[in-house]
T-cell receptor, first 112, second 111 residues
Framework: DTEVTQTPKHLVMGMTNKKSLKCEQHMGHRAMYWYKQKAKKPPELMFVYSYEKLSINESVPSRFSPECPNSSLLNLHLHALQPEDSALYLC???????????FGDGTRLSIL | GQQLNQSPQSMFIQEGEDVSMNCTSSSIFNTWLWYKQDPGEGPVLLIALYKAGELTSNGRLTAQFGITRKDSFLNISASIPSDVGIYFCAGSEQGAQKLVFGQGTRLTINP
């Protein structure tokens, strides 16, 4: 079982909906990450939080809005997504920003 | 930007065979990681390497951090059906918060 928990596992939403993806870890890690993964491709980094502050935004469109309420939680707020945003969204965490990252099982997102 | 070349892209082997895959980088890395991803799941960390020349094992898996710090390989001995999946290498530079991923090696095992 993964120590990084993501909910929901699956999400289907229309282009006008607003939804949120959630990620939780209780390993005491201080860095958390959001990735997007398309089929048969490696994960692509979206955002990095270090000590609850956004440290990297990989030029992600503003329809994706990350939030880190505390050191254990990471959210990704979604609004007005496009069909090409359909993908597996992975959360990861690590002790520090340059330590091995541990991934959750992801949220499979489908945009209608 | 940084690139990792991972090869082979896919492998079709018989159960019991040994497997070898590798990654090369255009720049020097301080950390090399190997992950395995099964369908519907996130990548699972298999082995982490931190020093040039380091050789680390995890059961039937062995990985090495290349002397030049620009490459790494992963070996799987005596493959079994549960080894099927996609293997990703990943590396990071000194102090970097970002991982660079290889394109993955898809392993298929014929019983």
């Amino acid at each position: 079982d993964t120590e990084v928990t993501q909910t929901p596992k699956h999400l289907v939403m229309g282009m006008t909906n607003k939804k949120s993806l959630k990620c939780e870890q209780h390993m005491g890690h201080r860095a958390m990450y959001w990735y997007k993964q398309k089929a048969k491709k490696p994960p692509e980094l979206m955002f990095v939080y270090s000590y609850e502050k956004l440290s990297i935004n990989e030029s992600v469109p503003s329809r994706f809005s990350p939030e880190c309420p505390n050191s254990s939680l990471l959210n990704l707020h979604l609004h007005a997504l496009q069909p090409e945003d359909s993908a597996l969204y992975l959360c990861a965490s690590s002790h520090e920003g340059n330590q091995p990252q541990h991934f959750g099982d992801g949220t499979r997102l489908s945009i209608l | 930007g940084q690139q990792l070349n991972q090869s082979p892209q896919s492998m079709f082997i018989q159960e019991g065979e040994d497997v070898s895959m590798n990654c090369t980088s255009s720049s020097i890395f301080n950390t090399w990681l190997w992950y395995k991803q099964d369908p519907g799941e996130g990548p699972v960390l298999l082995i982490a390497l931190y020093k040039a020349g380091e050789l680390t094992s995890n059961g039937r898996l062995t990985a090495q951090f290349g002397i030049t710090r620009k490459d790494s390989f992963l070996n799987i001995s005596a493959s079994i059906p549960s080894d099927v999946g996609i293997y990703f290498c990943a590396g990071s530079e000194q102090g970097a918060q970002k991982l660079v991923f290889g394109q993955g090696t898809r392993l298929t095992i014929n019983p």
